[in-house]
């Protein structure tokens, strides 16, 4: 049976879907209002303990710790419900040939993306030192995705068996069992090194980075320079029958031209959409974060690699040059920014999208400190009218994206405007408007409509719901008095 579509659009004033709640929907329709009623109870949102993927003792303290601190009811009710969702209801840990293993759904599709697998866990690595058995499934993630990079670097989503025949097996790509969709995007393999990489740092733990992952780290440099495309345009094309303009490929799929310069091709934006211009520089310069990584961690004693030390440092700096020459524009009304797309024949394309890499989450990602003038200037470009995906409405203001269609506003990009803000007012406003946004349902969505949030897509969503708490968690170590602020 298919799965939903990540472009489904969802008009539900309701809770997640039947079976992962204790309260039925007619029930939870008969007692909304009191569930909004500031004087009432909040009834938590999160499936019965014995329905439960996956629990974590550091998670669920925290939850408990973090709620103490928080003085708006609903503020704590939602971070209650959605910081833990990814455990609650996606993760799936077993031990396989005697080495951890996690299979991570994105939510209401059953299917792993490499990327949403990363951002999904990522919240939870600060913790993994407190929970042996919250350490153990990270480390079955990071095993999952080597197997997913060694089956098709190419591919962005996987499914945990790898027999299982895709429902877009008719895309015209080299697709083969076990790969959901092979859409090429760069941040597909920079998340599992970020992961790694993040793991590493809290743990000093290296006992899963065998010669399984350093395959799949040589092929993840090898991916990245066969689309730099010098010599020529790499074994890589895609192509669909759709009349959905953004799921298919121009130019028998490989793309508009682009002129070699160092930058790396990416066919697809994170939000899974095809790119206008093939170089998108905010998942090139993670490509240049993650590869950093991978010098530091193959440079130890450890995990020492030559070889892949030699080939990143040399793909890194080659990116860096080709970002430096095509990557930085001169905005007619605003001077100098980042670009979004560039094709390093002079043109470029400005915007930016919800999903992450964006411009706006550049710092999230370790790409610029948050202060940096130049991103401080692009941001400023980014939350206005100036990005034609930039929607204001009676609802709310934040970033969309072509993926969810016109006038719909991610609550992803509200979450990032607040992360990476260094002004405590701005920071504020952004929970206050997440908190006004859920839809009656204490969760996070895909993205809803400028005008009204109960027109949203994907009523289970687990990455937006994790980095809601990760915002949260950020917000009570650093600007606490907002969460002790009754009336955010």
Request: charged fraction near 25%.
């Amino acid at each position: 049976m298919n799965k939903p579509s990540r472009r489904t659009f969802i008009k539900n004033t309701g809770i997640l879907s039947a079976g992962l709640l204790a309260l039925n929907t007619e029930v939870f329709a008969s007692n909304a209002s009191s569930f909004f009623n500031p004087t009432a109870d909040f009834v938590s949102q999160r499936p019965p303990l014995a329905q439960r993927k996956f629990i974590s003792k550091a998670i669920e303290d925290a939850i408990i710790r973090i709620k103490k601190q928080i003085a708006n009811p609903e503020l704590a009710w939602l971070f209650e419900n959605c910081f833990p969702n990814t455990l609650d209801t996606t993760v799936d840990f077993e031990i396989i040939d005697g080495k951890p293993d996690t299979y991570v759904i994105t939510g209401d599709i059953d299917a792993m993306w490499l990327r949403d697998s990363t951002a999904q866990i990522w919240p939870y690595i600060p913790f993994v030192k407190e929970d042996n058995k919250l350490k153990e499934l990270v480390k079955g993630v990071i095993n999952r995705q080597t197997k997913c990079i060694l089956l098709d670097p190419y591919a962005n989503a996987f499914y945990k068996d790898f027999n299982q025949v895709s429902e877009w097996k008719n895309d015209i790509t080299k697709m083969q069992p076990g790969i959901h969709e092979r859409k090429w995007e760069i941040d597909s393999l920079c998340y599992p090194v970020r992961l790694a990489h993040g793991y590493w740092k809290e743990t000093g733990d290296v006992s899963m980075f065998d010669q399984s992952w350093k395959k799949a780290m040589q092929l993840i440099l090898q991916t990245f320079q066969e689309q730099q495309r010098w010599t020529d345009k790499g074994p890589y094309t895609f192509q669909r029958n759709t009349a959905w303009a953004t799921d298919g490929v121009p130019l028998s799929g490989y793309g508009y031209p682009v002129k070699p310069c160092g930058l790396i091709v990416s066919t697809f934006r994170p939000s899974d959409d095809s790119t206008l211009f093939g170089y998108l520089i905010p998942s090139n310069m993670f490509a240049i974060e993650i590869l950093g990584y991978m010098i530091e961690m193959c440079s130890t004693p450890a995990l020492k690699d030559d070889a892949i030390v030699n080939k990143a440092t040399e793909l890194r700096a080659q990116v860096q040059k080709g970002l430096k020459e095509n990557g930085i524009i001169m905005h007619p009304k605003f001077g100098e920014i980042i670009a979004f797309e560039v094709n390093g024949y002079g043109s470029f394309h400005f915007m930016d999208d919800a999903n992450v890499p964006s411009l706006l989450s550049l710092p999230y990602l370790g790409a610029v400190k948050p202060d940096n003038p130049l991103y401080l200037n692009t941001r400023k470009v980014v939350l206005s009218d100036n990005n034609p995906f930039f929607y204001k409405g009676k609802a709310a203001e934040g970033i969309g994206g072509p993926h969810t269609g016109t006038d719909t506003i991610w609550p992803m990009s509200i979450i990032l405007r607040a992360i990476t803000s260094v002004d405590e007012n701005e920071i504020r406003y952004c929970i206050s408007t997440l908190k006004k946004t859920h839809a009656d349902t204490g969760f996070m969505h895909e993205s809803f409509h400028k005008d009204d949030a109960k027109k949203f897509t994907r009523k289970w969503f687990a990455w937006a719901n994790t980095l809601f708490g990760e915002l949260i968690i950020n917000t009570s170590q650093k600007h606490p008095n907002i969460l002790a602020d009754k009336n955010i």
